[in-house]
Structure formats: C-alpha cells, structure tokens
C-alpha cells in the first residue's frame, strides 16, 4: 500500500499537471531579474522547493540557464527528476541546508517557501550563503497586511490575526482539522511585512533590496485607448517610486515579492 509521501507526490503530480503554461510566468520573473543581473553572463539559478513537476525548472533549462531544483521531500525528488529526465537536475535538501557550495549560483528563487520553513534565519543565510556577490534571492511569501483573501488558511483575514490566535490555528490544524490549510503538512506559520523581510534580510548579510514596484514596466493594454492609460500608469508608477510615503502605502500591498541582493 503506497505511503502518505508517495499519495501526496501523485496528488501534487495531478495538480501541477492541471496548471496553465507558466512561460509567461517565467518569462516575467526573468524579465525582472534581468534588471538587477545581468543573464546574458549569470546562469546559474537555484529553485528552492521545486516540487514534484518543476515546469520552470524545465523552462529554465530550454533557455540556458544552469538550473537546478531542491526538494526535500524524497518522493518528490524522485517525481521531479522523472519529469525533468535527468537525476541531476533536482538535489534532496532543504531551505535551512541547501546542497550547494558557497558562491556557487547567481539567482535562489524561493517562491512561496519561506512562509512554510522552520527557520526563516537559516533559510536567509542559507540563500546568502550559495549566492556568488552581487547574487540575487527572489522571493514571493505571505505578506500580513494584504486586504485580500490570505490563499494559505481557510480562516477568514487569517493573516491579520493576532500570532497566538494564528498558532491557535495552525495547532487545530494539524491535530483536529487539517482542511483548514488544505490538508498540507507544513501551513504557513510565518507572516511578514516588507519592512521585516528587509529587516531579516540584512541579518543574514544581504545588501540592497527591491521590490515589483522597483522593477515593474507598464505595459500597452490591447484596448482603445491603451496608450493614454499606458501613460497613466507609468506616471502613478513613478510617483509611487520617488515618494516615500506612497511608496510605504503600495507596498503594505505589494509587498509579498521582494529581490535580496548580495554585495559585490
């Protein structure tokens, strides 16, 4: 009879295989990327729980890029490697213990990872670590202050709870009701802001950071009047990025990705 990891490694197989085509995905975090590194000559990216069908993993690799995944879940690992077809391509590790020298990537992306690990010091220090200087750590995580629905808990404004009443949560969820977050066995138990990324970033020796907003270009919508609305928006973009305080109010939106980089 196959074990609780091998059910959800199927179960998850099924779930990525059901998603969309994620080229425009990457092809926008690549497009960001590209602002604060230069990929025509830094290759060497690190996805940070890849998961058992790393479409961007593949993507990446189509596009050059020395590209590798971590996984910690064993099962996974062996998915991912069978989807890739390539045993090299996906190592077993963790956020906390990544398997990879010191120096030795341009870009760690941990999208939707930080929120799950043990230890968002070690995981921080740990993406510091195998970057090369001037190396950048994207991350997309939870963020405490947005208005909409939190995506992780099936408890309403579940993100602007007070922390105990959060444990008090994850606690039911992990003992009593595990629909709650989904049936997953590790919930989001941490929550930020982007001023405590920034924060817990420069512990662990990370140099400058950026947000979307940093990075963003407007784009023409394809109706009458784009160009105008193009305008529109490129001029509120601005505004936002040379004024501090519209800047600190975008972000208690905005706030969930962020680009960490390492000094030169």
């Known amino acids: 009879m196959p074990g609780l990891e091998q059910l959800a490694s199927e179960a998850f197989t099924e779930l990525y295989a059901a998603r969309p ?7 926008g975090v690549l497009r960001h990327l590209d602002q604060l590194i230069d990929l025509e000559r830094h290759k060497r990216i690190l ?7 790393p479409e961007p993993l593949r993507l990446l690799r189509e596009r050059g890029f020395q ?3 971590v996984e910690p879940v064993d099962d996974f690992v062996q998915a991912a490697r069978r989807h890739l077809q390539d045993d090299a391509a996906v190592l077993e590790g963790s956020a906390e213990t990544l398997p990879t020298p010191d120096g030795s990537q341009d870009i760690v992306i941990l999208e939707s990872v930080l ?3 043990e230890s968002v010091g070690k ?4 993406a510091y670590r195998v970057l090369a200087p001037g190396g950048v750590a994207y991350i997309t995580t939870t963020n405490r202050l947005h208005l909409a629905r939190n995506g992780e808990f099936n408890v309403r404004t579940f993100q602007w709870l ?3 009443v959060k444990e008090s949560y994850v606690f039911h969820h992990l ?7 989904n049936g997953t066995e590790r919930p989001a138990v941490h929550w930020f802001t982007y001023s405590e990324l920034c924060r817990l970033g420069r512990e662990a020796g990370f140099f400058k950071f950026y947000s979307l907003l940093d990075v963003k270009t407007p784009v023409a919508t394809d109706f009458a009047g784009s160009e105008r ?3 529109l928006k490129a001029r509120a973009l601005q505004a936002v990025r040379t004024h501090p305080w519209l800047r600190a109010l975008a972000l208690t939106q905005r706030g969930s990705l962020i680009f960490m980089v390492k000094r030169d």
């Open 21 to 27: 085509d994620q080229t425009p995905q990457v092809e």
């Open 47 to 53: 996805i940070v729980g890849c998961g058992p069908r």
């Open 67 to 69: 590209a590798l995944g």
């Open 115 to 117: 929120e799950h690990v």
């Open 123 to 126: 995981s921080l220090a740990e």
């Open 162 to 164: 007070p922390g105990v």
């Open 175 to 181: 003992h009593h009701d595990p629909s709650l977050a």
């Open 229 to 231: 609305k193009r305008q």
